[in-house]
């Protein structure tokens, strides 16, 4: 005798399948929230835009392109890395980012003398902006490295575990990294010809703002 299937066993089953659908990744409910993260985040005035308004303003956009390359390689290495550290040992990293906040204020406190030091001078004697500085600025830089390990465990990590959903969410937070850096750069190029006639005053005025960056993020 064929032994037949209760529909409410199959409409259990067929629950289960889709719930674990749809748990297997972020929520598109969840977007907004994390696209409003990523803007509060990413545009507000950082080390990083701070140092991309300097490049353009002192070099102009060819130069400060280049520096903006190193930007994308290092935020790129860093949110794929806290990516494959999250799929791998969960939040665990998070509480041993706190060195790089020293790392990365000391880098800055770095940078913002040099640029004070040549504050007046020709913008070809500029060495401060490079690729390899846009690099070590992105993999220092704490805030953004907590960030991206909050967006993952926040948006991420309740609804997956999945090393595809949270290289997703990674794509997504270059709008917030380097995306930003981009719009600091632009905006800096178009104040090209201002630094030019004042280039002592913006370069110790930029300058500051770096130092003040650094001391409010060790205060933070």
């Known amino acids: 005798m064929r032994k037949t299937t ?3 066993t199959v409409g259990s089953k067929f629950l289960q399948i889709q719930t674990e659908k749809i748990i297997s990744a972020m929520p598109l409910s969840l ?5 409003m993260a990523i803007l509060l985040v990413g545009y507000t005035p950082g080390p990083a835009n ?13 130069k400060a392109f280049a520096m903006w390359l190193g930007l994308l390689a290092g935020f790129t290495i860093a949110a794929v890395t806290a990516a494959l550290i999250t799929h791998w040992i969960g939040t665990m990293m998070g509480r041993y980012v706190v060195i790089l ?3 990365g204020c000391a880098y800055i406190f770095y940078l913002a003398w040099q ?12 060495k401060t902006c490079t690729f390899l500085s846009g690099i070590i600025v992105q993999l ?15 948006f991420v990590l309740p609804y997956s575990t999945r090393l595809t959903d949270l290289l997703v969410v990674a794509v997504l937070l270059e709008i917030a990294g380097p995306g930003a850096n981009l719009v600091y750069l632009l905006a800096g190029s178009k104040l090209h010809s201002l630094f030019t006639a004042h280039p002592r005053f913006l370069d110790r005025t930029m300058a500051l703002l770096l130092a003040a960056c650094a001391v409010y993020i060790l205060l933070a």
């Open 6 to 8: 209760r529909p409410d």
């Open 140 to 154: 220092t830089n704490a805030k953004i490295i907590l960030f991206d390990l909050m967006a993952y465990t926040t």
């Open 101 to 103: 906040k020293y790392i």
């Open 31 to 35: 977007l907004p929230s994390l696209m």
């Open 50 to 62: 701070l140092f991309s308004l300097h490049c353009a303003m002192r070099n102009g956009v060819r």
């Open 115 to 126: 640029i004070f030091r040549s504050s007046g001078t020709a913008a070809g004697t500029d």
